[in-house]
């Protein structure tokens, strides 16, 4: 069965940078794109890209140029967000989500990983 | 970037009743790639319906998705004691994706 597993939570100065994994299990991970959403506290989504796990291209949200960073390990089938400069606004549950095609919908969510931005 | 605007905010409604959540976007949605998500507290979203009015794997068929162009609406037939949550249209026909701001489904 198809399983998006995260990286547990993470508390983080402002000014730090953090990075989040999400493993994959229960399909073939170059096959399918990884996406990472995040949602503040008691708020809504926010797309913050993707990724294409099979040659490592990636589109970011024009918010998130230049702090964020979407990886992948093949070896692991794993992918990983850092974000970095975090500020208290990042404070946020980051979710990894899959899909078959760059555009189209998330089929598969992860559990999602709390990061706390506080001094 | 196209806004999604979601009405009501709130919903309040019985066990057994219908649901009609309604989303709308400021541009026209490239070929109807409209997503509906369920999200329960604690939880990862949950894809119900896409490309407006495809039912995802599993998704009963109490569980509707009708619309195209900038006007999409989800509709629940009967509703069940577990469907209430809050309800996410998005849209990904276009960068970046979008997410309306959800509609709170609550018992009366």
């Known amino acids: 069965q198809v399983q998006l597993v995260q990286s547990g939570a993470e508390v983080k100065k402002p000014g730090a940078s953090v990075k989040v994994s999400c493993k994959a299990s229960g399909y073939t991970f170059t096959k399918y794109y990884m996406h990472w959403v995040r949602q503040a506290p008691g708020q809504g989504l926010e797309w913050m890209g993707v990724i294409n796990p099979s040659g490592g291209e990636t589109s970011y949200v024009q918010k998130l140029q230049g702090r964020v960073t979407m990886t992948r390990d093949t070896s692991t089938s794993t992918v990983y967000m850092e974000l970095s400069s975090l500020r208290s606004e990042d404070t946020a549950v980051y979710y990894c989500?899959?899909?078959?095609?760059?555009?189209?919908?998330?089929?598969?969510w992860g559990q999602g990983t709390l990061v706390t931005v506080s001094s | 970037e196209i806004v999604l605007t979601q009405s009501p905010g709130t919903l309040s409604l019985s066990p057994g009743e219908g649901a009609t959540l309604s989303c709308r976007a400021s541009?026209?949605?490239?070929?109807?790639?409209l997503a509906w998500y369920q999200q329960k507290p604690g939880q990862a979203p949950r894809l119900l319906i896409y490309?407006?009015?495809s039912r995802a794997t599993g998704i009963p068929d109490r569980f509707s998705g009708s619309g195209s162009g900038t006007d999409f609406t989800l509709t629940i037939s009967r509703l069940e004691p577990e469907d209430f949550a809050v309800y996410y249209c998005?849209?990904?026909?276009?960068?970046?994706?979008?997410f309306g701001q959800g509609t709170k489904l609550e018992i009366k």
């Open positions: 998005q849209q990904y026909g276009t960068s970046p994706r979008t």
């Open positions: 541009q026209s949605v490239s070929s109807d790639y």
């Open positions: 989500a899959r899909t078959v095609r760059s555009y189209d919908s998330f089929d598969y």
């Open positions: 490309g407006a009015s």
